[in-house]
């Protein structure tokens, strides 16, 4: 069975942290782009910041460039997003993605609340 779980959202001031965390299980995950997308009400998802598969490369959106890291661990089949210096634009829910290299294979974790209220 397909999961993607994703944990370590909650409240946080402006200028806070979080770190996100999607735990991966039932597929091959060294063969998968990881993502985080994120939703805020009213607005369309967005990516927020992806990396390959060994993860040599990260792609993040301009929003969140020098604020926002992406990693993932093939071996405990995690991956992370480490968010500094939140804002109220942040906000939304954050989901995990898993997309196959090769083939259009696309998993979607439930999606972590992450609110940058003071």
């Known amino acids: 069975q397909v999961q993607l779980v994703e944990s370590g959202g909650g409240l946080v001031q402006p200028g806070g942290s979080l770190r996100l965390s999607c735990a991966a299980s039932?597929?091959?995950?060294?063969?998968?782009?990881m993502g985080w997308y994120r939703q805020a009400p009213g607005k369309e998802r967005e990516l927020v910041a992806s990396?390959?598969?060994?993860?040599?490369?990260?792609n993040l959106a301009d929003s969140v460039k020098g604020r926002f890291t992406i990693s993932r661990d093939n071996v405990k089949k995690t991956e992370l997003l480490q968010m500094n210096s939140l804002k109220p634009e942040d906000t939304a829910v954050y989901y995990c993605?898993?997309?196959?290299?090769?083939?259009?294979?696309?998993?979607w974790g439930q999606g972590t609340q992450v609110t940058v209220s003071s």
């Open positions: 039932g597929f091959t995950f060294r063969m998968y782009t």
């Open positions: 990396i390959t598969t060994a993860g040599g490369s990260t």
């Open positions: 993605n898993a997309n196959h290299i090769y083939y259009s294979t696309n998993y």
